[in-house]
């Protein structure tokens, strides 16, 4: 069961992901943004930087796993969860499941990219570590954030 | 067609490959190496840096794309070939379709957790990008290196 206060906390969580969408905007990348909690406090932050960064590999959730290892001082991040305004592609999914990521949540959906339910689910498959994954979490704010992006690169 | 130079060019590469897994090895890393070639000279070079550096992001492949990027000055490696001892995982798989690389090569295949046709093909999906994919060079040595680390660990 999902209860009123889990509710309140991952929208809350999510709201902090949000913002960081918000600096990737600024920063002309497509704003996806995230953030990695543990024991109710946000450990890592990061948004997608693939242009400001120069780098294929700079989606927020990896520069997010990433830096969670980092503060956690090791590679397992099994004690945490990651928010994330976007649904992960595979490069980012396929980070969740290397980090052993207890739980992921997620706003909008992807249909072209997304790998947690959308155009594939990595869950499906017998990987040796499967995250629980909640979507939808302020979708209407994360997709809306996305369309305002690309409406103004138009 | 696939000539005899493109062959005898192929192994080289996947030699230098190997010599990065070895370091991974000394590490106690699981032993993957990668090279990224683009205009037949070697840009960057990598191996598994997941227990070493500490991070679940720190695999052969991710590090050597990541820095590929940075010498290109950029996130698109749509020249480049990447050389990996071992299949790419989803989240590796993944950044070889976000990168945009042209070609993969890699030695040994991984039933486990394989994303470019073992356990998984990515390629299968409508990404917007597919890359050309070689498996089998030096495949021996590929696995052999990966058994004896194994062998040794028990």
Redesign the interface.
Known sequence: MYSCSEIFEDKSFMLEALKEAEIAAKNGDVPVGAVVVCGGEIIARAHNE??HG??????AE?LA??EA??IK?????SDCTLYVTLEP???????V????LTRVVYGAKDA??G?FGS??D?RS????HKPICVSGVLAKECASILREFFAGKR
């Open positions: 693939r242009e120069g780098s294929a590999i700079n989606h990896v796993i990433n290892c980092r001082g090791g590679w397992r991040l592609c595979p490069m980012c999914a396929g980070a499941i290397n980090s052993r072209r990219a790998a155009l594939i990595l498959y017998p990987f040796n």
